[in-house]
């Protein structure tokens, strides 16, 4: 597994990517991509394990923080990748089903997660 880089973001928006990932790998699972499924459920994990805390097996852990509050996720750079391109997946999805609220949202979240990866010289085209 490559290098991990945090990207600071405030809950809502972690949230989005939480529900934009398991919305992914359930369709991902179905369709029979299981590599993208298997890697958008290792990015809801990680959100799990350095946001909330969850521990498999330990009842009462995995309580999220505030929705304002900034949190740090550490993904590799194949996850961050991953993430913007099921951001932009499910904002024409919303488009399409005449969410344009959520579709801005996740275009924002979108554009702020391929500004920070540019700053740190990946590629992203």
């Excluded at 809801?44 to 394990?49: P, V």
């Excluded at 990748?81 to 932009?88: N, R």
């Excluded at 499910?90 to 089903?97: E, F, K, L, S, V």
């Amino acid at each position: 597994m490559s290098v991990g880089l945090i990207i600071a973001m405030p809950l809502r928006q972690w949230g989005l990517i939480d529900a934009s990932m398991d919305n992914d790998a359930s369709v991902e699972t179905v369709n029979g991509n299981r590599q993208r499924a298997a890697l958008a459920r290792s990015i809801r994990r990680a959100g799990w394990d350095q946001i909330a805390k969850w521990t498999p097996g330990v009842p009462g852990s995995g309580a999220w923080p505030p929705p304002d509050e900034i949190v740090k996720p550490k993904l590799t750079i194949a996850q961050w990748l991953l993430t913007i391109d099921v951001l932009e997946r499910w904002a024409a999805t919303a488009d399409r089903r005449g969410r344009h609220d959520r579709a801005v949202q996740e275009r924002e979240l979108r554009e702020l997660i391929l500004s920070r990866l540019q700053a740190h010289g990946v590629q992203t085209h």
